[in-house]
Every structure is written in structure tokens, then in C-alpha cells.
């Protein structure tokens, strides 16, 4: 069964252009997230799922340094992308990440592979019940449930966004959640804006040092005992699923 990691990564981001290649300590971001991405236990194979626009080629010669497999498609239609790539690299299961989380904990990926695995859901991730910070995001599908997205889709925000034709039909799909012991959510660390490159570049300045692979735990408890770094972008609004304009 391979279970494969596709990270969809573009240089052309609307609110934080080039985001992925912004540097903390001389390390991009990608390098960050593809450095703790390939700690996970349960993935066989990752790849990054770029578009084939040119500007992609500071993304590409990252990935190719370190040995990552990069599948260019559709700059629009990132479904298609997604399902190309996985079809193309022979994914049983398809674990889907943003290149926007580059301090996601590879814990965490593993624990919602194994909830997929061990139980009979259609889809799992970690978003629609909302109890991990935004940053540590999972999904889990089969390559058949993502082929049946791809072909019924129809909505432009099911094919920017890969998964909603998955979970906003529970009448079709069964839908699993893995939610944390703890409610974190209310802690931001996706990187959309300049706010919150601040805030990760301060992380990883801080925790990089003492531990490459510092936790989700590491971060709590810093953000616990500096509650002025909540403030930094707090006030960022996340994009409407169906207005990401």
C-alpha cells in the first residue's frame, strides 16, 4: 500500500507572494517542512506538487537538492494537479499537505494516517473539527475517493481547494475527524502573511536551534510562556472557501 505525501507548493500566492522561498536563518521555508514532512514513519514516498508556471523554478531546484519527486500541473485547477501527480507516482493513499505549513509536526501526520488506517472512513483530517492550531493540517483519502472528485467536481472552489467534494458530501463519503486532547486552535501557524512569516521566522530562530524537529508541544508551551507572540497575527482572518481571491 503506498501511502504518498503530496505538499501542493506554488511561487505565485496571492497574499504572500514567493512565500515558500522565504528564508529564516538562510533555510527556506520548504526546506523546514520538507525536513520534518520526511520524518514521518507512515509515508512511503512525498512529492511536491508544483504548477507549470516558470516562476516555479527556485521551488523546483529545492526539491530536486534534496531528492524530492515534483509533479508540475495546473496552476487553477489544483484537484487535477493533485490527482495527476498521485496517479502519476501510483499513490494507494494520498495524504494532502499545504507548502503554507512549514512548522507541521510529523507526529501529527502519522497520527492521522494511522486513525485513516484504522478505521473505515472515506476521508480524515484534522481542519473541519477544528482543535489543532492552523499550520498542523492533514487530510487522508484514497486514490479512488480523489479519482471520484476529480471526474464529479464541479464547483471551481472543489477544484482550488482538492478536497471539498470529498467532505461536503457525507451523504456519499464517510467522514472521520482526528481531534486533539487539547483544544489548540485558537494558536495561528500557517504562513499567509507577513504577520505570520514574523511569527514562524521567531519560532524557528528560538526552537530550531535546541531541536531541528521541535514539536507542536515545543511551540505551546514557548507561546504559553510568551503570550506577546499570539498577538503578532491574531488579528489574520483566514480565506472563505469559496472567495480565496
Known sequence: MNIT???????TSTRLPGKVMKKVNGI????????RVMQSKLLNQIIVATTNNGSEKPLVDICSKLGIPIYKGSEENVLERYYQAAKHHQADIVVRMTSDCPLIDPKIIDNVIKFYLDNNYDYVSNTLVRTFPRGMDTEVFSIKNLEEAYL????????????PYLYINPNIYSIGQFVSKTD???????????????????LIKDLYSLNPLFTLDDIIKKMINQPELIEINKHI?????????
Open 237 to 245: 482572518e483566514q480565506k472563505k472557501l469559496r472567495n480565496d481571491s
Open 184 to 202: 489548540n486552535s485558537k494558536y495561528r501557524l500557517t504562513v499567509d502573511t507577513k504577520e505570520d512569516f514574523k511569527l514562524i521566522s521567531i
Open 28 to 35: 527556506t521555508l520548504l526546506e523546514y517542512q520538507l525536513e
Open 152 to 163: 464529479q467536481a464541479s464547483e471551481y472552489y472543489e477544484k482550488e481547494h482538492v478536497t
Open 5 to 11: 505525501g503530496i505538499i501542493q507548493a506554488r511561487m
